[in-house]
């Protein structure tokens, strides 16, 4: 099965739209615009929230949790490294392969496939496909892949900031 995960362009807080392979709208992503860290609400179209992802405010590297029906079910971490960035998922005892900076990815659990993540590159605004090898992966997997979103945008602002820090 496949989702499509589509950013608004002009808006003020992180809104996607995720369709199915029909097109048809099957959840709602929103943040808080006011809020310490960024904060995801998924909601399904019936405005039922689904999951919800945090970030861990005051870590030396990006961090966020992944919370279905009030649980904490996983956590996404960057890892420090010096050459490619690399990310871990805790608590799924899920594996993150690929290359992250062409929003080209798979996720795994012992080799076997959860979901495979491309980014369509000529779209106005951000659009991702996810491959979802099993349908009842499928919110945690949305989930996840949202907090790696997250994780990554995090660390480009950080890098941003830093950057135009020495200017």
Not at 3 to 23: A, N, P
Not at 142 to 166: K, R
Request: proline letters at 2%.
């Amino acid at each position: 099965m496949k989702l499509y995960i589509r950013q608004k362009v002009f808006s003020w807080v992180d809104q996607f739209t995720v369709k199915d392979e029909t097109g048809a709208d099957k959840y709602f992503v929103e943040g808080e615009f006011f809020s310490w860290g960024k904060k995801l609400h998924v909601s399904d179209v019936f405005g039922r929230e689904t999951a919800f992802i945090q970030q861990k405010v005051f870590s030396f590297l990006p961090k966020f949790f992944v919370f279905i029906e009030g649980e904490q079910i996983a956590e996404i971490v960057k890892e420090f490294t010096f050459l490619s960035p690399k990310y871990s998922i805790e608590g799924l005892g899920w594996e993150i392969n690929g290359s992250f900076m062409a929003h080209d990815y798979e996720i795994t659990q012992h080799g076997r496939p959860i979901v495979r993540i491309h980014k369509e590159w000529m779209t106005w605004g951000d659009c991702y496909e996810l491959e979802i090898a099993n349908e009842q992966d499928e919110m945690i997997a949305l989930s996840v892949v949202l907090a790696i979103d997250c994780v990554m945008a995090a660390d480009a602002a950080g890098a941003s900031a830093g950057a135009n820090a020495g200017n």
